[in-house]
């Protein structure tokens, strides 16, 4: 039994999800979305839940759901696209090491065009300028991303079906 076969991990904005699908059908696998399954889990969308639960409790059902994700015998086996905060929950990260991870490597100038003024990411929300913490959380897990990636790829030049098909020349 295996789990899945590909993992898109990297920063908010990096094009995990759109990278991801377009991954999925050039593979013809599934796709799954971390963020998604948790918000259907949670029956509210994401920012509702670190309204009601705080981030804490966003990262409590995080790790639950991903860890039902890598499951050997529940989890999917296709293509699975992280949220950018999935890996730093120290159990999760133990969950994933070896898995086969891919990073989207993303400058912060093509990321802030991708979020604009980040609505929908609690993380980026309450300052001036959303990208002034997106740049602290990207020193803070970089070294965690790169620890855990056995590829990494350029994600901010060309369209999501051309970055997953350097992904699959990659791989
Ligand atoms: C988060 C990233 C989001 C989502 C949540 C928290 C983070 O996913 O999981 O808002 O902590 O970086 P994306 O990376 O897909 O935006």
Do not use: C, N
């Not at 991870?101 to 609505?119: C, D, M, S, T």
């Amino acid at each position: 039994m295996t789990g899945p076969a590909v993992i898109l991990l990297g920063a908010m904005g990096a094009g995990k999800t759109s990278v991801g699908r377009e991954l999925a059908a050039r593979l013809d696998l599934p796709f799954d979305d971390l963020d998604a399954m948790i918000v259907a889990e949670a029956g509210r969308p994401i920012p509702d839940i670190f309204a009601h639960d705080g981030e804490d409790g966003f990262r409590r059902l995080e790790a639950a759901v991903l860890e039902r994700a890598l499951s050997a015998s529940r989890g999917t086996r296709g293509v699975l696209s992280l949220g950018g905060g999935a890996v730093m929950a120290p159990e999760s990260r133990e969950r994933l090491r070896g898995g086969p991870i891919v990073l989207l490597e993303v400058e912060e100038q093509v990321a802030a065009v991708r979020l604009g003024r980040g609505h929908g990411r609690p993380m980026l929300a309450g300052g001036e300028d959303p990208m002034i913490r997106w740049r602290e959380l990207a020193a803070e897990r970089g070294p965690v991303y790169r620890e855990l990636a056995r590829w990494r790829i350029d994600a901010g030049r060309g369209t999501a079906p051309a970055v997953a098909r350097a992904i699959t020349d990659m791989m």
